[in-house]
């Protein structure tokens, strides 16, 4: 089993910059990719941007403000965000896609709990 934990989420004005952590733990032998969802109130999930060893992939819509970075010793992922708009208020979501070798091996993706960004205008 493996647990992803986000944090630094919260309430910012509009332009201002915040920086989600998730950091995973537990049965992992190797994270394949790890990213970042977000959902809105009445739409649909969407991606934010994901990492793999040595790329990483952005939406459109945050292209240039928003950046995901990785330290793979602690298994973590970042996300920073600039220039927060209003509309990137949402629920955002870490993912994780990891092998565990375990026991018998397999691959699965977990997801974390959320962590709320509000951004006020």
């Known amino acids: 089993q493996v647990h992803l934990v986000e944090s630094g989420g919260g309430l910012v004005q509009a332009g201002g910059s915040m920086r989600l952590a998730c950091a995973a733990s537990?049965?992992?032998?190797?994270?394949?990719?790890m990213g970042w969802y977000r959902q809105a109130p009445g739409k649909q999930r969407e991606l934010v941007a994901v990492?793999?060893?040595?790329?990483?992939r952005n939406a459109d819509s945050v292209k240039g403000r928003f950046a995901i970075s990785r330290e793979n010793a602690k298994n973590t992922v970042y996300l920073q965000i600039n220039s927060l708009k209003p509309d990137d208020t949402a629920v955002y979501y870490c993912?994780?896609?990891?092998?565990?070798?375990?026991?018998?091996?397999?691959?699965?993706?977990?997801w974390g709990q959320g962590t709320q960004v509000t951004v006020s205008s």
């Open positions: 990492i793999a060893e040595g790329s990483t």
């Open positions: 537990g049965s992992i032998s190797v994270i394949n990719t």
């Open positions: 993912t994780a896609d990891v092998t565990s070798y375990t026991g018998p091996p397999y691959r699965r993706v977990y």
